[in-house]
């Protein structure tokens, strides 16, 4: 029964080690550049921009009711402070600036629209 018991013990030990998180680094690109996914619910197209205060730099185009992800140039990530992340629509489509945002080489800005949310992870 000792022995039972025993096992018993090394196996629960054992299973929740396995459970147990750790923490992951995360993977750096060599060029020290970042990610953008921009979820677009609107009924429009969308050219996609990241802007800081001295510079915009055009990311690419979402079609309507699709998504994109994009790169986002080291050089940019690289000039630190904040950027917003620009929609302008196609025709008659709204134009939406994403809230101010910090990014870090490797990190992934999530936007969605019309709800104009972002969040970086």
Do not use: K
Not at 19 to 26: D, F, L, S, W, Y
Not at 61 to 71: C, E, H, N
Not at 100 to 112: D, E, L, T, Y
């Amino acid at each position: 029964m000792r022995t039972i018991r025993t096992a018993l013990a090394v196996l629960l030990a054992v299973a929740l080690t396995g459970c147990a998180t750790t923490p992951t680094e995360r993977e750096i690109p060599a060029d020290g550049s970042a990610s953008a996914f921009v979820l677009n619910r609107s009924q429009s197209g969308i050219t996609v921009y990241i802007a800081s205060s001295a510079n915009r730099y055009r990311l690419g185009f979402v079609d309507a009711l699709s998504s994109g992800r994009f790169r986002i140039p080291g050089e940019m990530v690289a000039q630190g402070g904040s950027f917003n992340l620009v929609a302008e629509g196609r025709g008659a489509g709204p134009d939406y600036v994403s809230d101010p945002f910090v990014i870090r080489p490797g990190f992934i800005a999530n936007w969605q629209l019309p709800d104009n949310d972002v969040h970086v992870r």
